[in-house]
């Protein structure tokens, strides 16, 4: 067995799909006797990786992950063999930290007489940091439309089908629980969509453009576009498809930004509490100005513009992260733990505050947004660099481990 077969008998596991015996036993002469360290850290990450959209891990899920964990600490175990044993835990679990491992936010280590055992938190976890309103219940589905008259129409648990008639055009609900447009109007008007903190929503534009927005944003758009462009307005951030259209252009307004293109698929993010605006092109080709400034967009780079700047900064981030949020994750890469809590608040609908000093703690990993905030936050107070308190709707941000 190699490693490429060893991925594919754990994934296999951690999705229920059955195994034969001799699979087994050649995953596991593979794994006790041939797998590198480099090979069992990718074998971690890949099961970590299908085990994000498992529900209930099995206990044979538990088992190989505790074994692969055991494995991997030993090799750590050898490298510190010279060490006074007090001193072994606090060094393998630096080096543990150095390289990023995820997983290590996920388990105890306990070394005792030279011997390395995982205890995985999901079996026994070791801190009760979570008061009050339970285990904070993730973000769902929840808009608000409102329409040229003002009137307010939500969105939540409105059932599928016909919504409302403006302007000759047919406003409905898909199965998806998307709403789209119907028809070509005849009196163009102006509909807002809004997500509160703890939702979200897509919508599909008349011109069949479609938008996704993350918590707390809007989108104001017409009912119809008519004449040479295509225009819309919108905060907080939303993931577009844009329909192609060569003789309309398409142009997302947020703030002081305006986002031109043709018909492509992009990321803003201009959230009032972020200390920049990002547009991030996955393709296609867009054009990002402010006042005086302008830069071109190609796939796979990101335009900032800070609060108070001037100028584009481009770069090239991780698309995974960015998109995360549209996707149904949480994707930390080196993300700074104030970073983290905003996403936290919009999320679930929470008030953040600081006791201390938190701003050179950072995470690296993935969680499915589909978690509750006790799940997420507990695992980010495992590392042992921060602690959580939650007091109703606010959660106290506490540098180190609960004493």
Same mark, same amino acid.
């Not at 050649?26 to 590198?36: D, K, T, V």
């Not at 481009?314 to 949020?325: G, H, I, K, Y």
């Given at each position: ?9 754990? @994934? ?41 959209? /498992? ?88 808009? =608000? ?40 109007? *005849? ?16 919508? @599909? ?26 225009? /819309? ?6 993931? +577009?498809?844009?329909?192609? *259209? ?19 698929? +992009?990321? =803003? ?10 547009? @991030?092109?996955?393709?296609?080709? /867009? ?62 609908? /929470? ?53």
């Amino acid at each position: 067995m190699n490693l490429s077969e060893a991925i594919i008998h754990v @994934t296999k596991l951690a999705e229920g799909q059955a195994v034969t015996e001799e699979e087994t036993a050649e995953f596991r002469q593979w794994f006790l006797r041939e797998a590198s360290e480099e090979e069992l850290q990718e074998l971690a990450s890949a099961h970590e990786a299908v085990l994000m959209e /498992v529900q209930e891990p099995t206990y044979d899920n538990k088992e190989i992950v505790s074994n692969i964990y055991s494995r991997l600490t030993a090799y750590y175990l050898a490298e510190v063999s010279t060490m006074e044993e007090s001193n072994k835990q606090e060094a393998i679990i630096r080096k543990i930290r150095k390289r990023n491992y995820w997983w290590a936010a996920a388990a105890s280590l306990l070394i005792a007489g030279g011997a390395a055992i995982w205890i995985l938190r999901s079996e026994q976890p070791k801190r009760a940091a979570i008061v009050q309103r339970n285990v904070l219940e993730p973000g769902s589905n929840k808009a =608000i439309l409102t329409l040229a008259n003002g009137q307010e129409i939500i969105l939540d648990n409105l059932a599928n089908g016909n919504i409302a008639v403006q302007g000759g055009v047919t406003i409905t609900k898909a199965d998806s629980g998307a709403i789209a447009y119907i028809g070509t109007g *005849d009196n163009v008007q102006y509909h807002t969509l809004s997500t509160p903190r703890g939702g979200q929503f897509q919508l @599909t534009l008349p011109d069949g453009s479609k938008v996704w927005l993350n918590s707390a944003s809007s989108i104001r758009y017409p009912t119809a576009f008519i004449g040479a462009e295509r225009k /819309v307005e919108m905060t907080g951030e939303g993931y +577009f498809e844009v329909a192609p *259209d060569a003789a309309k252009p398409f142009t997302v307004k947020a703030g002081r930004l305006d986002v031109h293109v043709l018909g492509t698929g +992009f990321n =803003i993010m201009a959230y009032a509490d972020e200390n920049a605006i990002r547009t @991030t092109l996955v393709s296609g080709s /867009v054009k990002v100005e402010a006042g005086d400034a302008t830069a071109m967009l190609t796939p796979g780079v990101q335009a900032s513009l800070a609060t108070e700047g001037q100028t584009f900064k481009t770069t090239r981030p991780d698309l995974a992260e960015v998109l995360a949020w549209k996707n149904g994750q949480f994707r930390f890469n080196r993300t700074g733990i104030k970073n983290i809590m905003r996403q936290v608040a919009r999320w679930y609908d /929470v008030d953040i505050r600081y006791e201390g000093n938190v701003d050179n703690i950072e995470f690296q990993g993935i969680l499915s947004r589909k978690v509750t905030a006790k799940a997420l936050l507990e695992t980010l107070e495992a590392t042992g660099e921060v602690h959580f308190r939650i007091e109703g709707d606010h959660i106290s941000v506490i540098p180190g481990a609960k004493k």
